[in-house]
């Protein structure tokens, strides 16, 4: 008797990851997962043509803080099919998972226990947000971007406060938060005390801390090298798990010592991971600590290297970076990190990019309001609503629409370095392997094999390509098909805006008593 599926992919390249398959061969999927892999006559309700395509596990991005429906949309045409807020992560947990529930999503989703939110909740009284009734905090960022003009949150908190924040970011991780994240480098006061009380809580309930670290000076004491050592060290004096966020970014001109650093601290065992993403430029709030005028030119970094994306305008002094970080703290803009027409500069970028291990992760960012004041209305419903396609008068990072289809297109087919396997492994197993013991649901993704979730990416090698930049909003092309538990998202290159079959991925301490 022939299997049965619900859908037959047939004819495509079919990669996995795990073990190694790859040959032409037809998959089946039914029940949310995959049911056979091979050239065996299975009998289904739709057989989907694929040939001269990729057929692989659907891309899991550690680090996207674009947890709307517009985001998961751009991503869903990107190859995505889990998309997690992990660095900044969200406060309260409980609340943003049920109204992301409520509303529904395309891509699988989940957040970390949001540490800066707890401190500015301790140290300066910022109300927790209300994603449930308040459409202006659906974002896990809301809080962090309203509160930036807080007088306390960057510095050093004393022994009680410092309880008091642990307290609040356990209970996230009781709620179901998958691990911690710390925007270190956007307050950069706090003591070792603190982060020694991180690690010691992520070593205890087995929880990564996703960190952005402290500093990414390019200076010789207290700069990026000194904020991984730093990770490197209670990683390693408390045995937890630590996974550094954007290592291109935060990393710098100082590429090569980090790396260095982070292959001894592997080496030894230290429990530490990483990701990168295929972009010269960042992009962040404009309050953020190491944007302050006096810190830029230790960033290797002016003015002239900001664009604030709510006008477009390239900053052009201090004076006018000062005006605007005072009117719009939480206000977005992108950061030129690398000049990737320089070669050496492009090396480090390179550098990161292809560490062993490590993970691509987009950063992405939520789509905000840039354009002609006759677009405002429509883009700011799309932003708040269900809306699709996007409205013109919209932009995000290029990273936000692309970043997958970038590896792909770029460090794949045109610079050639990384092979099409070992890409397809940063972009899915490797992400999985990362969060397999903190969210077990993440085991069954990542893969492409019979009993795994059908979480599955159809792209074309040849002509994926994103198409977004700094001044325009873009979707990618070339992810053919997307299926997100065995539900398509994407078909025929479109986006299906009605099929919401995303699920929440919660940390394995959901519902413990964590004391």
């Not at 694929?50 to 550690?62: E, M, N, R, S, W």
């Not at 900053?315 to 703290?329: M, Q």
């Not at 065995?486 to 079959?501: F, S």
Request: proline share 5%; hydrophobic share 40%; net charge negative.
């Amino acid at each position: 008797m022939a299997q049965r599926a619900d859908v037959v992919l047939t004819g495509g390249r079919v990669i996995d990851p795990e073990t190694g398959f790859d040959d032409i061969a037809d998959v089946g999927i039914g029940g949310g997962k995959i049911v056979s892999i091979g050239t065996d006559s299975v009998e289904a309700a739709q057989v989907v043509d694929v040939t001269g395509h990729v057929v692989a596990p659907g891309f899991i991005d550690l680090h996207s803080h674009a947890q709307n429906l517009p985001g998961h949309r751009l991503q869903a045409l990107d190859g995505v099919t889990t998309t997690l807020e992990l660095e900044a992560g969200a406060l309260p947990i409980a609340d943003y998972y049920a109204a992301a529930v409520s509303e529904g999503r395309p891509l699988n989703f989940g957040y970390s226990a949001g540490w800066v939110h707890a401190r500015m909740s301790v140290l300066d009284g910022a109300p927790d947000a209300d994603p449930l009734h308040d459409p202006g905090d659906r974002l896990g960022m809301s809080t962090f971007e309203k509160f930036q003009d807080g007088p306390r949150w960057r510095e050093a908190a004393d022994t009680s406060e410092i309880d008091d924040i642990l307290a609040r970011v356990r209970e996230q991780i009781a709620a179901g938060a998958i691990g911690v994240g710390v925007l270190a480098g956007y307050a950069p006061g706090f003591t070792q005390q603190e982060l020694d009380g991180l690690a010691q809580l992520a070593s205890a309930v087995q929880q990564p801390l996703f960190v952005h670290s402290r500093s990414m000076a390019d200076v010789d004491h207290g700069g990026a090298l000194d904020a991984v050592r730093e990770l490197i060290d209670v990683a390693e004096r408390f045995d937890a798990p630590i996974h550094l966020c954007h290592m291109n970014s935060t990393s710098g001109q100082r590429i090569n010592s980090i790396v260095e650093e982070m292959r001894e601290a592997q080496a030894r065992g230290v429990s530490i991971t990483t990701e990168a993403y295929p972009y010269g430029a960042g992009s962040t709030v404009i309050g953020a600590s190491f944007l302050d005028p006096q810190r830029l030119a230790a960033n290797n970094m002016s003015p002239e290297s900001i664009i604030y994306l709510a006008t477009g305008e390239r900053i052009a002094s201090p004076e006018r970076l000062t005006e605007i970080r005072e009117a719009d703290p939480g206000g977005i803009c992108v950061l030129e990190n690398f000049d990737l027409t320089d070669e050496r500069q492009k090396g480090l970028l390179f550098e990161a990019l292809t560490y062993p291990d490590a993970a691509m992760a987009s950063d992405a960012i939520a789509v905000t309001f840039n354009g002609d004041e006759k677009h405002r209305e429509a883009a700011e419903a799309a932003i708040a609503g269900d809306v699709w396609p996007l409205p013109d008068g919209l932009i995000a990072h290029p990273r936000s629409s692309g970043c997958f289809a970038t590896v792909f297109s770029w460090l794949v087919r045109d610079a050639k370095v990384l092979g099409l396997t070992d890409a397809l492994r940063r972009c899915t197993l490797i992400p999985a392997d990362i969060l397999g013991d903190a969210a077990p649901s993440m085991r069954g993704k990542g893969r492409l094999q019979v009993g795994a979730d059908a979480d599955i990416c159809v792209f074309d090698p040849e002509s994926i390509s994103a198409n977004g930049d700094y001044q325009h909003l873009g979707t990618s092309t070339g992810i053919e098909y997307l299926y997100v538990s065995g539900t398509p998202v994407v078909a025929k290159g479109q986006m299906i805006p009605t099929a919401l079959p995303g699920k929440p991925i919660y940390g394995s301490k959901r519902g413990s008593a964590l004391g």
